[in-house]
């Protein structure tokens, strides 16, 4: 399992990713889930992938081939990054249109997502959520993230901390803790995490970071998030309980018996 988010604000984005694959008593496996295929000054175009991993290496694969080769239709000469969602799109159908066949003989999950976030010269930043059917939904103003991989344990508080206007080191952080809230609740989510910050315009990443087990700085995070829970949590009024009037449900009960 894996989790990976994107946010997009008004001033820019925000791409995060763990790097776990599978967990298991005595098996860990890490593999990098977040991807950078940027032409620095022209666009900018990060990639978040989860799912069948053999599918999710193939695309990638795919798409430096195409870039390598100088085809005429490749990230890099795509008008939009709209543009570029529809040709990811046709490369995760191309290619598990191949091994679909083989892998359902045993009973093995193909399907999987990617997050694709960026800009292109003379188009608005984007994030796209690119389904396994190669189709893709856009974050917009009203729901400014997307979540790819186990989204249940982060989600809360993106619902509750972001908005379009929120600063990106406001989202850089709600990204984190989003991640560390998930890697408490599964062990199938966990370090190094990626993190990549973009700023509208600016056309190259400037902000990008790799935090491996142990960090000091998700350490500190994990301890102040968890101290300011408790804290608000001890806030909170007690329940205010009815005065139950156990005389009145008896004659009730009396009256339906008769």
């Known amino acids: 399992?894996?989790?990976?988010?994107?946010?997009?604000?008004?001033?820019?984005?925000?791409?995060?990713?763990?790097?776990?694959?599978?967990?298991?008593?005595?098996?860990?496996?890490?593999?990098?889930?977040?991807?950078?295929?940027?032409?620095?000054?022209?666009?900018?175009?990060m990639l978040c992938t989860s799912g069948n991993l053999s599918i999710t290496q193939a695309v990638m694969n795919a798409i430096q081939q195409d870039l390598n080769s100088s085809t005429d239709e490749t990230i890099h000469t795509l008008p939009t990054l709209y543009d570029v969602a529809r040709y990811i799109g046709g490369k995760?159908?191309?290619?598990?249109?191949?091994?679909?066949?083989?892998?359902?003989?045993?009973?093995?999950?193909?399907?999987?997502?990617?997050?694709?976030?960026?800009?292109?010269?003379?188009?608005?930043?984007?994030?796209?959520?690119?389904?396994?059917?190669?189709?893709?939904?856009?974050?917009?103003?009203?729901?400014?993230f997307l979540q790819i991989g186990e989204t249940k344990y982060g989600k809360p508080i993106?619902?509750?901390?972001?908005?379009?206007?929120?600063?990106?080191?406001?989202?850089?952080?709600?990204?984190?803790?989003?991640?560390?809230?998930?890697?408490?609740?599964?062990?199938?989510?966990?370090?190094?995490?990626?993190?990549?910050m973009y700023e509208t315009d600016s056309f190259f990443i400037r902000h990008q970071l790799r935090l491996p087990l142990g960090d000091p700085y998700l350490a500190k995070i994990r301890h102040l998030w968890e101290c300011s829970l408790r804290q608000a949590f001890e806030q909170m009024p007690n329940v205010e309980w009815d005065d139950y009037d156990h005389e009145a449900e008896n004659s009730l009960e009396d009256v339906l018996m008769d």
């Open 1 to 45: 399992m894996t989790y990976c988010l994107g946010i997009l604000t008004c001033y820019g984005l925000v791409l995060a990713a763990d790097s776990r694959t599978n967990a298991g008593v005595d098996h860990i496996s890490t593999y990098q889930k977040l991807f950078d295929f940027s032409n620095p000054g022209e666009r900018v175009i």
């Open 92 to 144: 995760v159908r191309q290619l598990q249109e191949q091994e679909r066949s083989w892998l359902a003989k045993d009973g093995i999950d193909f399907k999987c997502t990617l997050l694709l976030g960026g800009q292109i010269r003379g188009d608005d930043p984007g994030l796209f959520m690119i389904y396994s059917q190669g189709n893709f939904i856009q974050a917009m103003r009203e729901t400014p």
């Open 158 to 196: 993106l619902d509750r901390a972001l908005t379009y206007e929120t600063s990106l080191e406001e989202a850089a952080k709600c990204a984190l803790l989003s991640i560390d809230s998930t890697m408490k609740s599964n062990i199938s989510v966990g370090p190094p995490i990626n993190l990549a």
